[in-house]
């Protein structure tokens, strides 16, 4: 069975956070939800999320893909956050997928995963990482290799349903898109 990782951090974007998990798990995906403490998370519009875990409790776990809700100042928090630099890193190397949506996009810039890379971010996001080397597109979903973003809230669905392809294939992605009756 598949597995992934959505990081909670406060002020994320809930229905960012909240799609994702939905969907994977619609799809038969092992989703886990790691707050970066053990607090319940505030999201940037005041739903309270209760994550499955702690970070630092699932940290040595094997996991298929990472996902990282957007939202602010939750990206931000994300950013700060050297745990969450050292795991994409880590998924990157052994060849895992990472993505990000909204505003997390930029999270990868900083963990060095978009030079040379094809991305979408909320617009403006990562031209103020001041990275270079990012061809920045205005995809709702943009794959390269095995990272993948996605542009913000009303691009949710379809990053949920393309990261389902990608671990299920595109059978299980639409059985899932056709019950959602979309």
């Known amino acids: 069975m598949a597995r992934t990782l959505v990081p909670l951090a406060q002020g994320c974007e809930e229905l960012e956070a909240i799609t994702v998990i939905d969907l994977l798990r619609r799809a038969g995906v092992e989703v886990v939800s790691a707050g970066l403490d053990a607090q319940p998370v505030r999201a940037s519009?005041?739903?309270?999320?209760?994550?499955?875990?702690?970070?630092?409790?699932?940290?040595?776990?094997?996991?298929?893909?990472?996902?990282?809700?957007?939202?602010?100042?939750?990206?931000?928090?994300?950013?700060?956050?050297?745990?969450?630099?050292?795991l994409l890193q880590t998924m990157h190397q052994n060849g895992c997928y990472t993505a990000a949506i909204c505003a997390a996009p930029k999270v990868l810039a900083a963990a060095g995963l978009?030079?040379?890379?094809?991305?979408?971010?909320?617009?403006?996001?990562?031209?103020?990482?001041?990275?270079?080397?990012?061809?920045?597109?205005?995809?709702a979903v943009v794959r390269?290799?095995?990272?993948?973003?996605?542009?913000?809230?009303?691009?949710?669905?379809?990053?949920?349903?393309?990261?389902?392809?990608?671990?299920?294939?595109?059978?299980?992605?639409?059985?899932?898109?056709?019950?959602?009756?979309?």
Not at 65 to 86: F, K, S, T
């Open 45 to 86: 519009r005041g739903v309270v999320l209760v994550p499955d875990t702690t970070l630092d409790q699932v940290l040595d776990e094997p996991f298929d893909m990472i996902v990282l809700p957007g939202g602010l100042p939750g990206a931000d928090h994300l950013n700060q956050d050297p745990r969450i630099h050292r």
């Open 144 to 182: 390269d290799g095995t990272i993948i973003t996605s542009r913000g809230p009303g691009t949710a669905m379809d990053f949920a349903l393309e990261l389902i392809e990608l671990l299920l294939g595109g059978a299980k992605r639409q059985q899932v898109e056709q019950a959602l009756v979309r």
């Open 114 to 139: 978009l030079e040379g890379r094809c991305a979408t971010a909320y617009p403006g996001t990562l031209e103020k990482t001041g990275r270079s080397g990012i061809s920045i597109e205005s995809s």
